[in-house]
């Protein structure tokens, strides 16, 4: 038996012993397999994301003209916007893996919907229309939502995530809360390796998220309008344009000019002053602005909201095609942008709006801009001139999955 035991051992070394002059030998050789450290996106994402060859979000070109930014010295990042693009479009972010925030802000809609409210989870609907999401890096006001209350684009990002309609994880009411999500999103392994490659770890906090969200949002821009065609060879935004139209060029002409009013709130001449709130060539809504005399809710919410005092830029009302890229307003109430300019011909000072913004009310009356039938069309071609192309087809916009 201890003859036997000795054999079995001594062949056990012999085998090792000759593996290992094998191998070194070069007789045989055992190379380990290697761990793909993209497998889990690869498999996920196919063709749609290449870590090692990132889409261009950082370094995108703009006009000359366009000198604002408020993104306060944040430099997109092509990984950091590549991980939002992903956030984004996924619905794992929702707490029954039904809602993204794609679902509310669709890229062929100027990244908006063509919904009056957006559906959320379990049956809840958002409060406001979905804001646009055009050039928010180049807007004027640096704060988001239509009330202001997110002092900067990072914060936004996940407020939508908490909102008990929305997206659910709200930690009220038995639903689960933020923390809740993030260790979800820590247990899919295409974030894991996303995570690595944008961070050096796995670890999935809100901060993160924040900045990816943020950094994919930034990217979002629109300058290839007729406008800018046109912006590019004028000397300035009230020079002629001369690839306009006669009617498109008096539309301009009406948007830049300010009104003249009589003593009671008539203009008697001069344009309409559209500028005053969005000035050329971002369009944005000026800072520190009151309400715009639409002061309801959408239907079925109740109560009056005379907070809504912020704007999406006005490039992308509408689509290359001159459809409204979904209804006007934080109501979701207009639905041409005849419709829209109709609603600033004639201001009424509604009982209850203490915040109408004081351009709105000249000598403190409700303005009436007495607009012809052929200044209402004008003004509408120019707006349709604010329109792009590539926003609505860029793949990297696009949805990853």
């Known amino acids: 038996m201890h003859v036997r035991k000795t054999i079995v051992i001594s062949c056990l070394v012999?085998?090792?012993?000759?593996?290992?002059?094998?191998?070194?030998?070069?007789?045989?050789?055992?190379?380990?397999?290697?761990?793909?450290?993209?497998?889990?996106?690869?498999?996920?994402?196919g063709t749609n994301i290449d870590p090692n060859n990132l889409a261009n979000y950082g370094n995108q070109g703009k006009p000359a003209y366009i000198t604002r930014d408020n993104a306060g010295g944040v430099v997109i990042s092509n990984a950091k916007a590549t991980l939002g693009r992903v956030l984004f479009y996924d619905k794992n972010l929702s707490i029954d893996n039904s809602i993204a925030c794609?679902?509310?802000?669709?890229?062929?809609?100027?990244?908006?919907?063509?919904?009056?409210?957006?559906?959320g989870v379990q049956g809840g609907t958002t409060a406001r229309h979905s804001m646009r999401l055009i050039n928010t890096r180049f807007a004027t006001e640096p704060r988001f939502f239509w009330d202001e209350r997110a002092a900067t684009l990072e914060i936004q990002t996940t407020m939508p995530i908490q909102d008990h309609a929305e997206m659910g994880f709200s930690g009220q009411s038995g639903r689960p809360a933020l923390a809740n999500l993030l260790t979800k999103l820590q247990g899919i392994n295409?974030?894991?390796?996303?995570?690595?490659?944008?961070?050096?770890?796995?670890?999935?906090?809100?901060?993160?998220?924040?900045?990816?969200?943020?950094?994919?949002?930034?990217?979002?821009?629109?300058?290839?309008?007729?406008?800018?065609?046109?912006?590019?060879?004028?000397?300035?935004?009230?020079?002629?344009?001369?690839?306009?139209?006669?009617?498109?060029?008096?539309?301009?002409?009406?948007?830049?000019?300010?009104?003249?009013?009589?003593?009671?709130?008539?203009?008697?001449?001069?344009?309409?002053?559209?500028?005053?709130?969005?000035?050329?060539?971002?369009?944005?809504?000026v800072p520190v602005s009151g309400n715009n005399g639409i002061i309801g809710r959408?239907?079925?919410?109740?109560?009056?909201?005379?907070?809504?005092?912020?704007?999406?830029?006005?490039?992308?009302l509408v689509n290359s095609a001159g459809q409204p890229n979904g209804p006007f307003m934080h109501t979701g109430n207009?639905?041409?942008?005849?419709?829209?300019?109709?609603?600033?011909?004639?201001?009424?000072?509604?009982?209850?709006?203490?915040?109408?913004?004081?351009?709105?009310r000249p000598n403190g009356f409700g303005q009436q801009l007495h607009f012809t039938g052929a200044e209402m069309n004008a003004l509408a071609a120019f707006l349709r001139t604010l329109a792009g192309n590539n926003v609505y087809t860029d793949k990297k916009w696009s949805s990853p999955f």
């Open 298 to 316: 959408i239907s079925g919410t109740g109560g009056i909201d005379i907070t809504v005092t912020r704007a999406p830029s006005l490039r992308d």
């Open 14 to 45: 012999a085998s090792a012993f000759l593996f290992q002059y094998c191998s070194k030998s070069g007789d045989t050789t055992v190379t380990p397999t290697p761990v793909d450290p993209y497998a889990a996106i690869k498999a996920t994402f």
């Open 102 to 119: 794609a679902s509310c802000h669709k890229q062929q809609f100027a990244f908006s919907d063509t919904a009056v409210a957006s559906k």
């Open 190 to 285: 295409y974030y894991n390796e996303l995570f690595k490659f944008v961070y050096g770890d796995i670890s999935v906090t809100e901060a993160r998220l924040q900045e990816c969200l943020a950094s994919f949002v930034r990217s979002i821009q629109s300058f290839d309008s007729k406008y800018d065609a046109g912006r590019a060879v004028a000397p300035n935004d009230n020079a002629p344009f001369p690839n306009f139209t006669p009617e498109e060029n008096q539309g301009k002409q009406l948007f830049t000019a300010p009104p003249v009013f009589d003593a009671t709130g008539n203009r008697i001449g001069g344009g309409a002053g559209c500028a005053g709130c969005h000035a050329a060539p971002e369009f944005d809504i």
């Open 334 to 360: 207009l639905g041409t942008l005849q419709n829209a300019i109709g609603h600033y011909n004639t201001i009424n000072l509604a009982p209850g709006n203490t915040n109408l913004d004081p351009k709105l």
